[in-house]
């Protein structure tokens, strides 16, 4: 007979914080290993494969949440920024692929593959470089306004 994978259930605040049975994961290699590990199934629902055990998170809209942002300016104009995530996991910010939904910035990670929030520090720390535009909002980022997009 063959046994039963494992399985484990995490729930992923709104902060990006990761609770097991209410407890919150602070280990920064473990945060770190579920975001570069983490899929997505066909039925929507984030998992991560560990050694033959199934773990699963419950987000309300994403398990990427970018808590700050490490910022590269020159004379006070934004050049680069890097997303960082629990567990210092960071991931360079693409501006071509900023977008809003009710209220909420949003990029993609993981070369496409999942959306992240910005969560309330990171959005503090971009707020100095973000324009309106005739055609809506904008990231001011090497001197050029990147269109953000509203869904």
């Known amino acids: 007979m063959a046994e039963l994978a494992r399985e484990y259930r995490y729930v992923v605040d709104r902060d990006g914080r990761v609770f097991h049975d209410g407890t919150e994961i602070v280990d920064p290699l473990v945060l770190r290993f579920f975001l570069r590990a983490m899929t997505r199934t066909a039925e929507g629902r984030f998992l991560v494969l560990c050694q033959g055990e199934r773990n699963w998170f419950e987000a309300h809209d994403t398990p990427f949440v970018a808590q700050r942002l490490r910022l590269t300016l020159d004379g006070g104009m934004l050049q680069d920024a890097e997303l960082c995530f629990p567990g210092d996991y960071c991931e360079a910010l693409d501006p071509g692929d900023l977008e809003t939904e009710r209220d909420l910035l949003y990029c993609r990670v993981r070369r496409g593959a999942f959306r992240a ?4 520090l990171a959005m503090q720390q971009l707020a ?5 535009t005739f055609e809506g909002s904008a990231l001011l980022m090497r001197g050029i306004a990147h269109p953000i997009r509203a869904l």
């Open 128 to 132: 100095p470089f973000l324009t309106a």
């Open 117 to 120: 929030r910005f969560g309330r």
